[in-house]
């Protein structure tokens, strides 16, 4: 068996010596307890925050111990109540080919209804994020203008796409390259930009004349601040993430233009898909019918063997994903 360990805290942008290869053996299974030999695992940028020696919504890692992840893999030994071998589960024990678990913290996943992958992106926690976010921390109401940034990733075509399926007026996307621009065009976003040629600001303004009504933010900084200010009356954002300034030794200051929130009336709620399982149904029977009828498309970005995950997250950091970042093992 093989796992991934954090070496060190990263100060500022992590490098390859913050983790560590380490070999162990293969784990036997006790009572109610299963081992799952991981298929694929989960890279979220999340996970750079758990590396700090903070205190936040989940504890940090600990060094010299495997990270962690959501992960699916097939039971090869143990059994609990519902699960035996031979099962596809889906766990929170990503970043080792052998993950040892309590039966009762794994999902039996159905591997005939998709690929295996798709648990972890389309239909897993990253769809749901995408979900909860648009439909229920924003209220997306058919006809209004959508901003979201981080669009090419795997939350981020999400909520474009969701968006249109369910009557969005417009969808306006940002996203790191030419090529990711163009991807969201192919996703049927209605205009999209590279927050690289300019102010985002600008081009936000040039794509979204008529102002923002909901704005999705994957990245904060610049981004939520040009949203604000192009957000209409009693616009909403959904607050998901701030990968802008995961890498900062000292965070940015607070959007200049934050006062507008007073006179537009906006609401800037920050959300985790954590608390919204209570949708989880809901969605997996409505994005599932839109990906059976073909009218919902997802990337993922494959990485190859557990020796290259760091490297995957690192990418990842860097904008090397279009979709859900993904290692298979
Ligand atoms: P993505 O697939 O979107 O991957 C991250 C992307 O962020 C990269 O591909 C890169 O794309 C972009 N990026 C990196 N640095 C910057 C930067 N400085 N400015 C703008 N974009 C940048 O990841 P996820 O879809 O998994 O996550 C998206 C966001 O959602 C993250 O902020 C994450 O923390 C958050 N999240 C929050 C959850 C919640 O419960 N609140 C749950 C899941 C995710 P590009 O080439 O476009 O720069």
Known sequence: NREIHLASRPQGWPTADNFRLVETEV?????????????????????????????????PFALDEPLDGGAVGEVVAGGADGISVGDTVLHGLGWREYALLDGRSARRVDPDVGPVSAYLSVLGMTGLTAYAGLLDVAAMRPGETVFVSGAAGAVGSMVGQIAKLRGAGRVVGSAGSPAKVARLTELGFDAAFDYHDGPVRDALKA????????????????????????MNLHGRAAIC???????????PAAPRNLALVIGKRLTLRGFLVGDHGDLREQFVTEVAGWLREGRLSYDETIVDGLDNAPDAFLGLLRGENLGKMLVRL
């Open 27 to 59: 784990p036997t299974p006790g009572p109610g307890q299963i081992v799952v030999r991981n298929q694929f695992m989960s890279v979220d940028p999340y996970m750079r925050g758990r590396m700090n020696d903070v205190k936040s919504y989940v504890p």
């Open 207 to 230: 794509a979204a004349p008529d102002g923002v009504d909901v704005y999705f933010d994957n990245v904060g900084g610049e981004h939520l601040e040009a949203a604000i200010g192009a």
């Open 241 to 251: 993430g701030m990968i802008a300034q995961y890498n900062s030794a000292e965070p």
